[in-house]
T-cell receptor
Framework: ELKVEQNPLFLSMQEGKNYTIYCNYSTTSDRLYWYRQDPGKSLESLFVLLSNGAVKQEGRLMASLDTKARLSTLHITAAVHDLSATYFC???????????FGKGTLLTVNP | NAGVTQTPKFQVLKTGQSMTLQCAQDMNHNSMYWYRQDPGMGLRLIYYSASEGTTDKGEVPNGYNVSRLNKREFSLRLESAAPSQTSVYFC???????????FGDGTRLSIL
């Protein structure tokens, strides 16, 4: 059974600081997705990582995937208040359409 | 640009009642999914439809049924609602397996 663990689950940071959210998974996979959810809202796709060593960047967010370590990171650079949200990673084992989500990281960026 | 549309947005049921959650997408996606989101649990897959005419169980299918009515529509039915099914339900769709899923706005369901 695929397990996906995110750390930390809660993150409070100051504006302008850097931080990293970690996503570990238990079964070999080279497909990992990051989503953002604002309170009471739907999920928005941020990044799709489909191979070992994949790196994607959008604004102050950068995601990477190390399939050998079964680890993805979401790095936040110079955080701003607008990044406050819950971030989910999700993994699928190719061929079966079943996406397994982590429990999410609630990020709060304080002025 | 509707994307994925879910109805209703809110619903309150009594234990034992039945209801169907509706989902439609206008992006010509092949695959559709139903998830539930509970506090501290992330999202858990209930059922999915890889393509029109097929449906399969996800992680938590008990107490639910689904119908892929056509390529656009995928409904979720609760035959006899239980308080444990109180949750936020999300429908999603994707063009194919390794593409990001697009989510609807969710249905907030309370069962008393």
């Amino acid at each position: 059974e695929l397990k996906v663990e995110q750390n930390p689950l809660f993150l409070s940071m100051q504006e302008g600081k850097n931080y990293t959210i970690y996503c570990n998974y238990s079964t070999t996979s080279d497909r990992l997705y990051w989503y953002r959810q604002d309170p009471g809202k739907s999920l928005e796709s941020l990044f799709v990582l489909l191979s070992n060593g994949a790196v994607k960047q959008e604004g102050r967010l950068m995601a990477s995937l190390d399939t050998k370590a079964r680890l993805s990171t979401l790095h936040i650079t110079a955080a701003v208040h607008d990044l406050s949200a819950t971030y989910f990673c999700a993994v699928d084992i190719g061929g079966n359409y079943k996406l397994t989500f982590g429990k999410g990281t609630l990020l709060t960026v304080n002025p | 640009n509707a994307g994925v549309t879910q109805t209703p947005k809110f619903q309150v049921l009594k234990t034992g009642q039945s209801m169907t959650l509706q989902c439609a997408q206008d992006m010509n996606h092949n695959s559709m999914y139903w998830y539930r989101q509970d506090p501290g649990m992330g999202l858990r897959l209930i059922y999915y439809s890889a393509s029109e005419g097929t449906t399969d169980k996800g992680e938590v299918p008990n107490g639910y049924n689904v119908s892929r009515l056509n390529k656009r529509e995928f409904s979720l039915r609760l035959e006899s609602a239980a308080p444990s099914q109180t949750s936020v339900y999300f429908c999603a769709s994707s063009y194919q397996e390794n593409q990001p899923q697009h989510f609807g706005d969710g249905t907030r369901l309370s069962i008393l």
